[in-house]
């Protein structure tokens, strides 16, 4: 299972490397034309325009029509101006019929003092590894929103791809597209009120340059990634509400690094938090070295 969770950590942030010039997702991909692209949908390919929160939706939403057994939407709430706040579950068709089952066992398995050891081997012989992938908790970070139906597109659509096939016969995701709506589309705006008709590579340029508050926080200004303890937002509130009902092996929260900045590799700094156990902390080196490798 680790192998394979390692595989889903690559998918999903290999888009964010991506340029603007013709590029391959996944090194030598086939795919079904029965599941629709972002050009079929949207009129242009993910990268070439930033999309809205309601084209991200769109999209996730056209995805999982076109694969109704291998994929569901929900919606886990709303902002605080009212947009949407979905997450999609991705599996092959046997997962996707069994969500209600394996949602039931994730709860049963998270509180050893109502399992014991024993049910929950069981349990786990018969159960997929459920991992949560969120995505543009910083609305002004523009490139996740656009991985995340990447990763929901390449999963679906991939042919003959050993990878995938693993991917989905061992793993329940769940895809976050954007975790902050309102930030998001607050960049989107002054984006394309400044852009001019052509691209503007300067990094002086107004388009890469945000007015006050920017696009980072949520409609009251709160940075939606320092609300998890706290929960003062609907936002955290829906989603810490979702993640409650599944309780996934494995969350990763897809950022955006700036063009300044070394590429970042987990584990984090130290000092850690020192009420976290050995266990939490030795998957980190798991991740970061697996991601290394293929960085290399």
């Not at 590029?23 to 972002?38: C, H, N, Q, R, V």
């Not at 266990?279 to 080196?285: D, G, I, R, S, T």
Request: no cysteine.
């Amino acid at each position: 299972m680790r192998k394979t969770v390692f595989a889903l950590a690559l998918l999903s942030v290999s888009l964010l490397t991506a340029q603007t010039q013709k590029w391959e997702y996944w090194p030598g991909a086939a795919y079904d034309p029965a599941i629709p692209t972002s050009r079929s949908v949207l009129g242009h390919d993910l990268g070439d325009r930033i999309l809205s929160s309601a084209n991200l939706v769109k999209y996730m939403e056209a995805l999982a029509a076109a694969a109704p057994r291998r994929m569901k939407v929900f919606d886990y709430g709303k902002s605080w101006e009212g947009r949407r706040l979905v997450y999609a579950a991705i599996g092959n068709e046997a997962n996707i019929r069994r969500l209600p089952e394996i949602k039931a066992a994730m709860q049963k398995l998270y509180d050893p003092r109502k399992t014991s050891a024993a049910e929950a081997q069981k349990i786990m012989a018969n159960l997929p590894a459920v991992i949560w992938l969120g995505y543009g908790v910083h609305g002004n970070e523009i490139s996740s929103p656009e991985a995340a139906l990447q990763t929901a597109y390449h999963l679906l659509a991939a042919r003959n791809d050993q990878v995938v096939s693993n991917v989905l016969a061992n793993v329940l995701v769940l895809i976050d597209p954007i975790q902050n709506p309102d930030g998001r589309d607050r960049f989107v705006n002054n984006y394309e009120v400044s852009e001019g008709l052509e691209p503007d590579a300067n990094p002086l340029g107004a388009e890469h340059n945000e007015p006050w508050p920017g696009g980072r926080s949520n409609h009251y200004y709160f940075d939606l990634n320092r609300d998890w303890l706290a929960i003062t937002q609907p936002e955290t509130a829906g989603r810490v509400k979702a993640l409650r009902e599944w309780f996934p092996l494995v969350f990763v929260d897809l950022h955006e690094m700036g063009t300044e900045s070394t590429y970042y590799f987990a584990p984090e700094a130290v000092p850690y938090n020192p009420h976290l156990t050995k266990e939490q902390k030795e998957p980190l080196y798991w991740f970061g070295k697996n991601n290394a490798k293929y960085f290399d």
